[in-house]
Nanobody, 125 residues
């Protein structure tokens, strides 16, 4: 089992940057796949980026080139560096985890078992 806590959200102007962090409890963090999702008002939750237990990464097309996901298995954290932010990036950002023995990137929300409480990101124009 793992508990997740996101931090780093806030208000930023368009073109600015934010670094979100997801801190996880548990001694077997390295065995989990981690996903970052976001949900804007009135919209469905969507994938932003994900990393498998082996370190393979994927990004949704809307953020490619602007977002970098990194994981630190010593500190039990996964960071999401977001640059060149746009108003359409405004959402609540969630990290999620799922035990990943087969080292497969998971891109759907229903593939994840554990979720954090979310951190809000607002990008003003």
């Amino acid at each position: 089992q793992v508990a997740l806590v996101e931090s780093g959200g806030g208000l930023v102007q368009a073109g600015g940057s934010l670094k979100l962090s997801c801190a996880a409890s548990g001694r077997t963090f390295s065995g989990y796949g981690i996903g970052w999702f976001r949900q804007a008002p009135g919209k469905e939750r969507e994938l932003v980026a994900a990393v498998s237990s082996s370190g393979a990464r994927t990004y949704t097309d809307a953020v490619k080139g602007r977002v970098t996901l990194s994981r630190d298995n010593v500190k039990n954290t996964v960071a999401l560096q977001m640059n060149s932010l746009k108003p359409e990036d405004t959402a609540i950002y969630y990290c999620a985890a799922k035990w990943d023995p087969f080292r497969v990137i998971k891109t759907r929300a229903d593939q994840y078992e554990y979720w954090g409480q979310g951190t809000p990101v607002t990008v003003s124009s």
